[in-house]
Protein backbone atom coordinates (compact mmCIF):
# COMPACT_ATOMS: atom_id res chain seq x y z
CA UNK A 1 0.00 0.00 0.00
CA UNK A 2 2.45 2.50 0.92
CA UNK A 3 4.04 1.65 -2.34
CA UNK A 4 1.15 2.64 -4.41
CA UNK A 5 0.68 6.05 -2.57
CA UNK A 6 4.04 7.12 -2.94
CA UNK A 7 3.46 6.56 -6.89
CA UNK A 8 0.01 8.24 -6.75
CA UNK A 9 1.83 11.25 -4.70
CA UNK A 10 4.58 11.72 -7.08
CA UNK A 11 2.06 11.30 -9.89
CA UNK A 12 -0.26 14.18 -8.57
CA UNK A 13 3.12 16.29 -7.58
CA UNK A 14 4.02 15.97 -11.38
CA UNK A 15 0.87 16.81 -13.05
CA UNK A 16 1.11 19.99 -10.56
CA UNK A 17 4.34 20.86 -11.54
CA UNK A 18 3.46 20.29 -15.29
CA UNK A 19 0.87 22.74 -14.97
CA UNK A 20 2.69 25.52 -13.41
CA UNK A 21 5.41 25.07 -16.01
CA UNK A 22 3.21 25.18 -18.89
CA UNK A 23 1.15 28.53 -17.95
CA UNK A 24 3.72 29.83 -16.28
CA UNK A 25 7.50 28.80 -17.15
CA UNK A 26 8.61 31.92 -18.74
CA UNK A 27 8.57 33.51 -15.32
CA UNK A 28 10.61 31.31 -13.69
CA UNK A 29 12.67 29.42 -16.30
CA UNK A 30 16.85 30.08 -15.91
CA UNK A 31 17.53 32.03 -18.94
CA UNK A 32 20.87 31.44 -20.91
CA UNK A 33 22.30 33.71 -24.00
CA UNK A 34 24.68 32.21 -26.74
CA UNK A 35 27.04 35.02 -28.35
CA UNK A 36 30.23 35.36 -30.21
CA UNK A 37 33.83 36.78 -29.25
CA UNK A 38 33.16 39.78 -31.37
CA UNK A 39 30.12 41.77 -33.32
CA UNK A 40 32.15 41.17 -36.80
CA UNK A 41 35.28 39.92 -37.64
CA UNK A 42 37.41 41.32 -40.39
CA UNK A 43 39.97 39.35 -41.70
CA UNK A 44 42.66 38.80 -45.00
CA UNK A 45 42.39 36.63 -47.45
CA UNK A 46 44.05 33.07 -47.13
CA UNK A 47 44.25 33.98 -43.34
CA UNK A 48 43.39 31.35 -40.35
CA UNK A 49 41.12 33.07 -37.91
CA UNK A 50 39.15 32.06 -34.78
CA UNK A 51 36.08 33.04 -33.62
CA UNK A 52 35.00 32.63 -29.55
CA UNK A 53 31.04 31.02 -29.00
CA UNK A 54 30.26 31.99 -25.36
CA UNK A 55 26.98 29.77 -23.55
CA UNK A 56 26.02 32.12 -20.48
CA UNK A 57 23.55 31.33 -18.40
CA UNK A 58 22.17 32.67 -14.56
CA UNK A 59 22.42 28.61 -13.50
CA UNK A 60 24.38 25.64 -14.38
CA UNK A 61 24.32 24.46 -18.07
CA UNK A 62 24.14 20.82 -17.88
CA UNK A 63 23.81 19.29 -21.53
CA UNK A 64 23.59 21.15 -23.98
CA UNK A 65 24.44 20.72 -28.47
CA UNK A 66 24.60 23.57 -31.03
CA UNK A 67 24.30 23.26 -35.21
CA UNK A 68 26.05 25.72 -36.66
CA UNK A 69 26.38 26.69 -40.56
CA UNK A 70 28.68 28.52 -42.77
CA UNK A 71 29.35 28.73 -46.59
CA UNK A 72 32.52 26.38 -47.63
CA UNK A 73 32.82 28.20 -50.36
CA UNK A 74 33.81 31.65 -48.62
CA UNK A 75 35.78 30.15 -45.12
CA UNK A 76 36.99 26.75 -44.31
CA UNK A 77 36.57 25.19 -41.47
CA UNK A 78 39.37 23.80 -39.26
CA UNK A 79 39.31 22.57 -35.64
CA UNK A 80 37.47 23.68 -32.09
CA UNK A 81 34.17 21.47 -32.88
CA UNK A 82 32.79 17.62 -32.10
CA UNK A 83 32.27 17.24 -35.40
CA UNK A 84 31.80 19.02 -39.22
CA UNK A 85 30.20 17.35 -42.02
CA UNK A 86 29.28 19.48 -45.16
CA UNK A 87 28.27 23.20 -44.27
CA UNK A 88 27.83 22.43 -40.15
CA UNK A 89 29.56 22.08 -37.49
CA UNK A 90 28.52 21.03 -34.28
CA UNK A 91 29.21 21.39 -30.93
CA UNK A 92 28.01 19.40 -27.68
CA UNK A 93 28.64 18.85 -24.06
CA UNK A 94 28.29 19.06 -20.98
CA UNK A 95 28.85 21.18 -17.47
CA UNK A 96 28.28 22.21 -14.23
CA UNK A 97 29.35 25.52 -14.77
CA UNK A 98 27.33 28.69 -15.81
CA UNK A 99 29.50 29.83 -18.35
CA UNK A 100 31.21 27.72 -21.59
CA UNK A 101 33.16 28.78 -24.05
CA UNK A 102 34.22 26.99 -27.25
CA UNK A 103 37.17 28.45 -29.52
CA UNK A 104 36.77 27.45 -33.57
CA UNK A 105 39.25 28.07 -35.90
CA UNK A 106 38.68 28.96 -40.02
CA UNK A 107 40.56 29.46 -42.73
CA UNK A 108 39.49 32.75 -45.45
CA UNK A 109 39.42 31.06 -48.72
CA UNK A 110 37.56 33.74 -51.19
CA UNK A 111 36.97 37.71 -50.42
CA UNK A 112 33.79 39.33 -49.64
CA UNK A 113 31.31 39.28 -46.89
CA UNK A 114 29.85 35.89 -45.37
CA UNK A 115 28.80 34.91 -41.87
CA UNK A 116 28.75 31.86 -39.09
CA UNK A 117 24.99 31.01 -38.16
CA UNK A 118 23.96 29.01 -35.28
CA UNK A 119 21.10 26.79 -37.07
CA UNK A 120 20.02 24.81 -33.70
CA UNK A 121 20.28 25.06 -30.07
CA UNK A 122 19.48 22.50 -27.46
CA UNK A 123 19.57 23.19 -24.38
CA UNK A 124 17.61 23.30 -20.64
CA UNK A 125 17.21 27.30 -20.65
CA UNK A 126 15.07 29.79 -21.86
CA UNK A 127 17.91 31.20 -24.75
CA UNK A 128 16.35 34.88 -25.13
CA UNK A 129 18.48 35.47 -28.52
CA UNK A 130 20.64 33.67 -31.03
CA UNK A 131 22.85 35.39 -32.78
CA UNK A 132 25.47 35.29 -36.00
CA UNK A 133 28.80 36.45 -36.50
CA UNK A 134 29.58 38.21 -39.73
CA UNK A 135 32.95 37.87 -41.11
CA UNK A 136 34.23 40.18 -44.15
CA UNK A 137 37.43 38.69 -45.72
CA UNK A 138 39.34 41.88 -47.37
CA UNK A 139 39.11 42.41 -50.57
CA UNK A 140 42.36 41.19 -53.03
CA UNK A 141 42.92 45.33 -54.57
CA UNK A 142 44.72 43.85 -58.00
CA UNK A 143 41.75 41.79 -58.18
CA UNK A 144 38.58 44.38 -58.68
CA UNK A 145 36.80 45.19 -61.39
CA UNK A 146 37.05 48.88 -63.33
CA UNK A 147 34.15 49.07 -65.35
CA UNK A 148 31.01 46.52 -65.09
CA UNK A 149 28.14 46.84 -67.52
CA UNK A 150 25.10 44.81 -68.35
CA UNK A 151 22.78 45.05 -71.03
CA UNK A 152 20.07 45.26 -71.47
CA UNK A 153 19.73 46.24 -67.86
CA UNK A 154 22.48 48.98 -66.94
CA UNK A 155 24.15 48.41 -63.61
CA UNK A 156 23.16 51.05 -61.10
CA UNK A 157 26.09 52.68 -58.50
CA UNK A 158 28.26 50.45 -59.51
CA UNK A 159 31.37 50.07 -57.32
CA UNK A 160 34.22 47.92 -57.45
CA UNK A 161 34.18 47.03 -53.77
CA UNK A 162 30.83 46.03 -53.72
CA UNK A 163 30.33 42.24 -55.02
CA UNK A 164 26.90 41.77 -54.83
CA UNK A 165 23.90 43.15 -57.88
CA UNK A 166 20.41 42.46 -58.07
CA UNK A 167 18.86 43.15 -61.47
CA UNK A 168 15.10 42.65 -62.84
CA UNK A 169 14.84 41.62 -66.65
CA UNK A 170 11.93 41.32 -68.83
CA UNK A 171 10.55 38.03 -69.68
CA UNK A 172 11.54 38.28 -73.31
CA UNK A 173 15.49 39.05 -72.20
CA UNK A 174 17.07 34.99 -72.86
CA UNK A 175 20.44 36.07 -72.17
CA UNK A 176 22.53 38.88 -70.60
CA UNK A 177 25.88 40.84 -72.31
CA UNK A 178 28.66 41.31 -69.61
CA UNK A 179 31.49 43.64 -70.60
CA UNK A 180 33.99 43.89 -67.61
CA UNK A 181 37.31 45.17 -67.00
CA UNK A 182 39.64 44.39 -64.31
CA UNK A 183 42.29 46.87 -62.87
CA UNK A 184 44.72 45.19 -63.13
CA UNK A 185 46.44 44.57 -66.40
CA UNK A 186 47.05 41.34 -65.65
CA UNK A 187 44.17 39.83 -64.25
CA UNK A 188 42.05 37.43 -66.15
CA UNK A 189 38.36 37.41 -66.00
CA UNK A 190 35.92 34.46 -66.14
CA UNK A 191 32.05 35.05 -66.59
CA UNK A 192 29.86 32.11 -65.98
CA UNK A 193 26.95 30.94 -67.95
CA UNK A 194 24.53 34.27 -69.01
CA UNK A 195 21.47 32.73 -70.34
CA UNK A 196 18.38 33.05 -68.00
CA UNK A 197 15.36 31.06 -67.46
CA UNK A 198 12.18 32.11 -65.61
CA UNK A 199 12.38 33.15 -61.89
CA UNK A 200 16.04 34.06 -60.09
CA UNK A 201 19.40 33.28 -62.05
CA UNK A 202 23.03 33.60 -60.95
CA UNK A 203 26.18 34.67 -62.60
CA UNK A 204 29.54 34.94 -61.30
CA UNK A 205 32.09 36.90 -62.70
CA UNK A 206 35.45 36.06 -60.80
CA UNK A 207 39.03 38.35 -60.93
CA UNK A 208 41.65 36.45 -60.38
CA UNK A 209 45.52 38.42 -60.09
CA UNK A 210 48.80 37.13 -61.32
CA UNK A 211 49.54 36.30 -57.21
CA UNK A 212 46.43 33.83 -57.50
CA UNK A 213 43.96 36.42 -55.83
CA UNK A 214 40.20 36.29 -56.81
CA UNK A 215 37.19 38.22 -56.21
CA UNK A 216 33.61 37.20 -56.88
CA UNK A 217 31.33 39.42 -58.08
CA UNK A 218 27.51 38.14 -57.94
CA UNK A 219 24.59 39.56 -60.19
CA UNK A 220 21.57 38.04 -59.63
CA UNK A 221 18.77 38.70 -62.33
CA UNK A 222 15.33 37.92 -61.82
CA UNK A 223 13.52 37.13 -65.24
CA UNK A 224 9.66 37.66 -64.80
CA UNK A 225 7.09 35.12 -65.72
CA UNK A 226 4.69 36.17 -68.65
CA UNK A 227 1.48 38.26 -67.52
CA UNK A 228 -1.07 35.58 -66.94
CA UNK A 229 -4.71 36.26 -66.94
CA UNK A 230 -6.53 35.94 -63.93
CA UNK A 231 -9.25 33.22 -64.15
CA UNK A 232 -10.44 32.91 -60.76
CA UNK A 233 -14.02 32.73 -59.43
CA UNK A 234 -15.23 35.31 -56.39
CA UNK A 235 -15.03 33.68 -53.42
CA UNK A 236 -18.34 33.24 -51.56
CA UNK A 237 -18.04 34.30 -48.51
CA UNK A 238 -21.82 34.32 -47.25
CA UNK A 239 -20.94 30.93 -44.74
CA UNK A 240 -17.38 32.34 -43.55
CA UNK A 241 -17.76 32.81 -39.83
CA UNK A 242 -15.47 35.30 -38.79
CA UNK A 243 -12.83 34.90 -35.73
CA UNK A 244 -15.17 37.04 -33.15
CA UNK A 245 -17.98 34.53 -34.19
CA UNK A 246 -15.86 30.79 -33.31
CA UNK A 247 -13.77 32.55 -30.36
CA UNK A 248 -15.81 30.25 -28.45
CA UNK A 249 -15.42 27.14 -30.22
CA UNK A 250 -11.44 28.18 -30.00
CA UNK A 251 -11.27 28.46 -26.30
CA UNK A 252 -12.79 25.35 -25.90
CA UNK A 253 -10.21 23.54 -28.22
CA UNK A 254 -7.38 25.60 -26.59
CA UNK A 255 -9.00 23.98 -23.21
CA UNK A 256 -9.24 20.68 -24.77
CA UNK A 257 -5.26 20.77 -25.96
CA UNK A 258 -3.84 22.55 -23.18
CA UNK A 259 -5.59 19.55 -20.52
CA UNK A 260 -4.33 16.92 -22.59
CA UNK A 261 -0.77 18.78 -22.84
CA UNK A 262 -0.61 18.66 -19.10
CA UNK A 263 -1.44 15.12 -18.64
CA UNK A 264 1.28 14.20 -21.51
CA UNK A 265 3.85 16.39 -19.15
CA UNK A 266 3.15 14.39 -15.89
CA UNK A 267 3.67 11.35 -17.87
CA UNK A 268 6.65 12.60 -19.46
CA UNK A 269 8.10 14.03 -16.52
CA UNK A 270 7.79 10.80 -14.75
CA UNK A 271 9.25 8.53 -17.28
CA UNK A 272 12.36 10.94 -17.23
CA UNK A 273 12.58 10.74 -13.55
CA UNK A 274 12.24 6.83 -13.91
CA UNK A 275 14.88 7.16 -16.59
CA UNK A 276 17.64 9.23 -14.48
CA UNK A 277 17.30 6.36 -11.63
CA UNK A 278 18.07 3.88 -14.10
CA UNK A 279 21.00 5.86 -15.50
CA UNK A 280 22.53 6.83 -12.65
CA UNK A 281 22.26 2.81 -11.29
CA UNK A 282 23.51 1.93 -14.44
CA UNK A 283 26.83 4.56 -14.68
CA UNK A 284 27.50 3.45 -10.70
CA UNK A 285 27.57 -0.44 -12.11
CA UNK A 286 29.40 -0.02 -15.20
CA UNK A 287 32.30 2.16 -12.78
CA UNK A 288 32.44 -0.56 -10.39
CA UNK A 289 32.88 -2.76 -13.82
CA UNK A 290 35.68 -0.53 -15.14
CA UNK A 291 37.59 -0.87 -12.68
CA UNK A 292 41.54 -1.23 -14.24
CA UNK A 293 42.77 -4.75 -12.63
CA UNK A 294 45.83 -4.52 -10.55
CA UNK A 295 47.89 -6.61 -13.15
CA UNK A 296 47.31 -5.22 -16.45
CA UNK A 297 46.42 -7.95 -19.18
CA UNK A 298 49.18 -9.92 -20.81
CA UNK A 299 50.21 -9.23 -24.49
CA UNK A 300 50.55 -11.81 -26.66
CA UNK A 301 53.20 -12.30 -28.82
CA UNK A 302 53.00 -13.67 -32.61
CA UNK A 303 57.11 -13.83 -33.14
CA UNK A 304 59.72 -14.74 -30.69
CA UNK A 305 60.82 -11.78 -30.60
CA UNK A 306 60.10 -8.91 -27.91
CA UNK A 307 57.87 -6.46 -29.00
CA UNK A 308 57.48 -3.03 -27.44
CA UNK A 309 54.10 -2.88 -25.10
CA UNK A 310 50.81 -1.41 -26.70
CA UNK A 311 49.89 1.99 -25.33
CA UNK A 312 46.93 2.81 -27.04
CA UNK A 313 44.63 -0.13 -28.36
CA UNK A 314 41.52 1.19 -30.43
CA UNK A 315 39.05 -1.16 -30.95
CA UNK A 316 36.10 -1.33 -33.41
CA UNK A 317 35.39 2.07 -32.45
CA UNK A 318 32.19 4.07 -33.55
CA UNK A 319 30.87 7.71 -32.82
CA UNK A 320 27.63 8.97 -33.43
CA UNK A 321 25.97 12.43 -32.95
CA UNK A 322 22.76 13.13 -32.92
CA UNK A 323 21.37 16.69 -34.06
CA UNK A 324 18.19 18.45 -33.51
CA UNK A 325 16.85 19.40 -36.84
CA UNK A 326 14.80 22.11 -35.19
CA UNK A 327 15.48 24.77 -32.99
CA UNK A 328 14.01 24.42 -29.16
CA UNK A 329 14.57 26.94 -26.40
CA UNK A 330 13.02 25.91 -23.36
CA UNK A 331 10.74 23.51 -21.65
CA UNK A 332 7.06 24.79 -22.51
CA UNK A 333 8.42 25.04 -26.72
CA UNK A 334 9.89 21.23 -26.25
CA UNK A 335 6.76 20.34 -25.21
CA UNK A 336 4.65 21.49 -27.99
CA UNK A 337 6.48 21.01 -30.60
CA UNK A 338 6.73 17.37 -29.34
CA UNK A 339 3.00 16.94 -29.19
CA UNK A 340 3.16 18.57 -32.95
CA UNK A 341 5.45 15.96 -33.64
CA UNK A 342 7.81 18.42 -34.66
CA UNK A 343 10.78 17.69 -32.95
CA UNK A 344 13.36 15.31 -35.34
CA UNK A 345 16.67 14.75 -35.26
CA UNK A 346 19.24 13.12 -37.46
CA UNK A 347 22.64 11.11 -36.73
CA UNK A 348 25.95 12.44 -38.38
CA UNK A 349 28.44 9.14 -37.99
CA UNK A 350 31.84 10.94 -37.46
CA UNK A 351 34.01 7.47 -36.87
CA UNK A 352 32.78 3.90 -38.47
CA UNK A 353 34.65 1.18 -37.01
CA UNK A 354 37.68 2.02 -36.42
CA UNK A 355 40.72 -0.10 -34.90
CA UNK A 356 44.33 0.12 -34.66
CA UNK A 357 47.16 0.25 -31.99
CA UNK A 358 49.84 2.43 -30.95
CA UNK A 359 52.74 1.15 -29.63
CA UNK A 360 54.99 2.61 -26.67
CA UNK A 361 57.07 5.25 -28.48
CA UNK A 362 55.53 5.47 -31.22
CA UNK A 363 54.55 8.49 -33.12
CA UNK A 364 51.38 8.65 -34.66
CA UNK A 365 50.27 11.14 -37.47
CA UNK A 366 46.08 11.33 -38.33
CA UNK A 367 45.35 12.81 -41.78
CA UNK A 368 42.59 13.27 -43.48
CA UNK A 369 40.06 16.15 -44.87
CA UNK A 370 37.96 18.32 -42.92
CA UNK A 371 34.83 16.84 -41.34
CA UNK A 372 36.62 12.85 -41.35
CA UNK A 373 36.40 12.44 -37.51
CA UNK A 374 40.63 12.96 -36.33
CA UNK A 375 39.88 15.50 -33.53
CA UNK A 376 37.08 13.44 -32.41
CA UNK A 377 39.34 10.30 -32.00
CA UNK A 378 41.91 12.43 -30.06
CA UNK A 379 38.84 13.36 -27.62
CA UNK A 380 38.00 10.23 -27.78
CA UNK A 381 41.64 8.78 -26.74
CA UNK A 382 41.93 11.53 -24.25
CA UNK A 383 38.67 10.61 -22.49
CA UNK A 384 36.92 14.01 -23.41
CA UNK A 385 34.15 11.90 -25.22
CA UNK A 386 32.93 8.47 -25.09
CA UNK A 387 32.30 6.47 -27.74
CA UNK A 388 28.96 5.13 -28.93
CA UNK A 389 29.94 1.84 -29.40
CA UNK A 390 33.55 0.07 -29.50
CA UNK A 391 36.41 0.14 -27.20
CA UNK A 392 39.44 2.03 -26.33
CA UNK A 393 42.11 0.75 -23.68
CA UNK A 394 44.54 3.45 -22.67
CA UNK A 395 45.42 4.85 -18.92
CA UNK A 396 43.72 8.36 -19.23
CA UNK A 397 45.99 9.52 -16.35
CA UNK A 398 48.91 9.31 -18.62
CA UNK A 399 47.35 11.17 -21.67
CA UNK A 400 48.08 15.27 -21.97
CA UNK A 401 45.83 17.01 -25.28
CA UNK A 402 47.39 19.86 -26.48
CA UNK A 403 44.90 21.86 -28.28
CA UNK A 404 45.43 26.29 -28.65
CA UNK A 405 42.90 28.42 -27.11
CA UNK A 406 40.95 26.82 -24.72
CA UNK A 407 39.15 28.28 -22.00
CA UNK A 408 40.44 32.11 -23.24
CA UNK A 409 38.03 34.98 -22.13
CA UNK A 410 38.75 37.67 -24.76
CA UNK A 411 37.61 40.28 -21.66
CA UNK A 412 40.94 39.05 -19.22
CA UNK A 413 44.14 40.46 -19.75
CA UNK A 414 47.01 37.67 -21.15
CA UNK A 415 47.98 37.22 -17.70
CA UNK A 416 44.39 36.38 -16.09
CA UNK A 417 44.14 34.13 -19.44
CA UNK A 418 47.39 32.31 -18.64
CA UNK A 419 46.44 31.41 -15.19
CA UNK A 420 42.78 30.79 -16.16
CA UNK A 421 44.39 28.33 -19.37
CA UNK A 422 46.29 26.61 -17.40
CA UNK A 423 44.11 25.56 -14.95
CA UNK A 424 41.68 24.20 -17.50
CA UNK A 425 44.89 22.15 -19.13
CA UNK A 426 45.44 20.91 -15.43
CA UNK A 427 48.26 23.03 -14.04
CA UNK A 428 48.91 24.33 -10.35
CA UNK A 429 49.21 27.86 -9.49
CA UNK A 430 52.31 27.08 -8.11
CA UNK A 431 53.55 25.69 -11.08
CA UNK A 432 52.08 29.00 -13.08
CA UNK A 433 54.35 30.61 -10.90
CA UNK A 434 56.96 29.19 -11.58
CA UNK A 435 57.02 28.80 -14.98
CA UNK A 436 54.89 32.56 -16.13
CA UNK A 437 58.08 33.95 -17.03
CA UNK A 438 58.97 31.48 -19.42
CA UNK A 439 55.50 31.32 -20.35
CA UNK A 440 56.15 35.08 -21.28
CA UNK A 441 59.38 34.38 -22.67
CA UNK A 442 58.32 31.97 -24.84
CA UNK A 443 55.47 33.85 -26.49
CA UNK A 444 57.16 36.70 -27.35
CA UNK A 445 54.43 38.84 -25.21
CA UNK A 446 56.67 40.79 -22.77
CA UNK A 447 55.15 44.33 -22.13
CA UNK A 448 51.37 42.95 -23.78
CA UNK A 449 50.45 40.70 -20.58
CA UNK A 450 48.29 43.61 -19.46
CA UNK A 451 46.18 43.78 -22.37
CA UNK A 452 42.62 41.83 -22.59
CA UNK A 453 42.84 39.38 -25.45
CA UNK A 454 40.01 40.60 -27.34
CA UNK A 455 42.55 43.26 -28.89
CA UNK A 456 45.57 40.57 -29.61
CA UNK A 457 45.57 39.32 -33.48
CA UNK A 458 45.30 35.91 -34.17
CA UNK A 459 49.05 35.07 -34.33
CA UNK A 460 49.39 36.33 -30.74
CA UNK A 461 46.47 34.69 -29.65
CA UNK A 462 48.03 31.64 -30.83
CA UNK A 463 51.65 32.16 -29.53
CA UNK A 464 50.06 32.54 -26.22
CA UNK A 465 47.86 29.34 -26.18
CA UNK A 466 50.95 27.69 -27.44
CA UNK A 467 53.44 28.38 -24.76
CA UNK A 468 50.73 27.83 -21.74
CA UNK A 469 50.60 24.14 -23.48
CA UNK A 470 53.40 23.14 -24.27
CA UNK A 471 55.49 24.67 -20.81
CA UNK A 472 55.43 21.66 -19.33
CA UNK A 473 57.42 18.47 -18.98
CA UNK A 474 56.46 15.74 -21.83
CA UNK A 475 53.91 13.28 -20.79
CA UNK A 476 53.48 9.53 -21.45
CA UNK A 477 50.99 10.22 -23.87
CA UNK A 478 50.93 13.21 -25.85
CA UNK A 479 48.11 14.13 -28.21
CA UNK A 480 48.50 17.31 -30.43
CA UNK A 481 45.36 19.12 -32.09
CA UNK A 482 46.64 21.28 -34.88
CA UNK A 483 49.38 22.86 -32.89
CA UNK A 484 52.49 22.40 -35.04
CA UNK A 485 51.29 25.72 -37.61
CA UNK A 486 50.64 28.76 -35.33
CA UNK A 487 52.43 32.43 -35.53
CA UNK A 488 54.61 33.97 -38.30
CA UNK A 489 57.84 31.65 -40.00
CA UNK A 490 60.22 32.32 -36.86
CA UNK A 491 58.06 31.42 -33.98
CA UNK A 492 56.87 28.58 -35.62
CA UNK A 493 60.69 26.96 -36.47
CA UNK A 494 60.96 27.36 -32.24
CA UNK A 495 57.36 26.08 -31.77
CA UNK A 496 58.22 22.98 -33.88
CA UNK A 497 62.22 22.74 -32.03
CA UNK A 498 60.06 22.45 -28.83
CA UNK A 499 57.20 19.84 -29.54
CA UNK A 500 60.48 18.22 -31.02
CA UNK A 501 61.58 18.00 -27.59
CA UNK A 502 58.77 16.84 -26.06
CA UNK A 503 58.53 13.91 -29.45
CA UNK A 504 61.96 12.93 -28.68
CA UNK A 505 61.74 12.35 -24.93
CA UNK A 506 60.10 9.32 -24.79
CA UNK A 507 56.43 10.04 -25.02
CA UNK A 508 53.83 8.02 -27.35
CA UNK A 509 52.49 11.22 -29.89
CA UNK A 510 49.50 11.12 -31.64
CA UNK A 511 49.66 14.18 -33.69
CA UNK A 512 46.48 15.84 -36.13
CA UNK A 513 48.00 18.03 -38.84
CA UNK A 514 46.37 19.19 -42.46
CA UNK A 515 50.47 19.38 -43.33
CA UNK A 516 51.76 16.22 -44.97
CA UNK A 517 55.34 17.53 -44.32
CA UNK A 518 54.44 17.33 -40.59
CA UNK A 519 53.75 13.93 -40.47
CA UNK A 520 56.66 12.87 -42.92
CA UNK A 521 58.87 14.95 -40.93
CA UNK A 522 58.00 13.68 -37.01
CA UNK A 523 56.00 10.68 -37.63
CA UNK A 524 56.95 6.62 -37.63
CA UNK A 525 53.40 5.40 -39.07
CA UNK A 526 50.37 7.58 -40.00
CA UNK A 527 46.96 6.38 -40.23
CA UNK A 528 44.13 8.22 -43.07
CA UNK A 529 40.61 9.16 -42.09
CA UNK A 530 38.11 9.90 -44.71
CA UNK A 531 34.16 10.00 -43.47
CA UNK A 532 35.13 8.46 -40.18
CA UNK A 533 36.62 5.26 -41.76
CA UNK A 534 40.25 4.52 -41.99
CA UNK A 535 41.49 4.40 -46.16
CA UNK A 536 44.94 3.45 -44.96
CA UNK A 537 47.43 3.29 -42.15
CA UNK A 538 51.26 2.45 -42.37
CA UNK A 539 54.33 4.05 -43.40
CA UNK A 540 53.96 7.75 -43.91
CA UNK A 541 55.28 8.28 -47.52
CA UNK A 542 53.10 5.44 -48.66
CA UNK A 543 50.21 7.03 -46.81
CA UNK A 544 50.83 10.61 -47.79
CA UNK A 545 51.34 10.10 -51.25
CA UNK A 546 48.03 8.57 -51.15
CA UNK A 547 46.54 11.08 -49.50
CA UNK A 548 48.03 13.85 -51.89
CA UNK A 549 47.07 11.65 -54.84
CA UNK A 550 43.29 12.14 -53.97
CA UNK A 551 43.20 15.44 -53.27
CA UNK A 552 45.17 15.85 -56.67
CA UNK A 553 42.37 14.00 -58.56
CA UNK A 554 39.96 16.51 -56.75
Known amino acids: ?51 GLYINSDEVLGDYMLTLSYNPEKIEYISGADVAVGDEIVISGETMEKTKKHMLSFRSIATGDTSLEIRTISI ?9 APIHVKLAEKALLEKLVIEPVDVKEFSPEQLEYELAVENDVKELTIQADAKGQDSSIEISDTALSVGMNTVTIAVTDQEGNSNHYTVYAKRNKPAEVSTTEPVDTSNSVSVEESGSVMNIVDYIIIGGAVICVAIILLLLTCMILKNRRRRKRKEVSTVPKEKPEEIVLTTEEEKEPVEISIQDVSMKFKVATSNVSGIKEYVIKTLKKEIGY ?61 GFDMELTAKENVYLNGAIIGYSKEFIDQKYDAIVEMAELDGFMEEKVKNFSSGMVSRLGFAIA ?55 KAVWLEKGNIRKIGDPKEVCAAYESMNAEK
Open 470 to 524: TIHDAPEILILDEILSVGDIFFRRKSEKRIQEMIHGGSTVLIVSHSTGVILKNCT
Open 346 to 406: REFLALNKVSFDVKKGEVIGLIGTNGSGKSTLLKLVSGALSPTSGKIVVDKKKVQLLTLGT
Open 124 to 132: DHEVSSLES
Open 1 to 51: MKKYNLVYGSLLICIFFGWFMLFDVNAYAAEATVSFGSESYIVDNKEEFNI
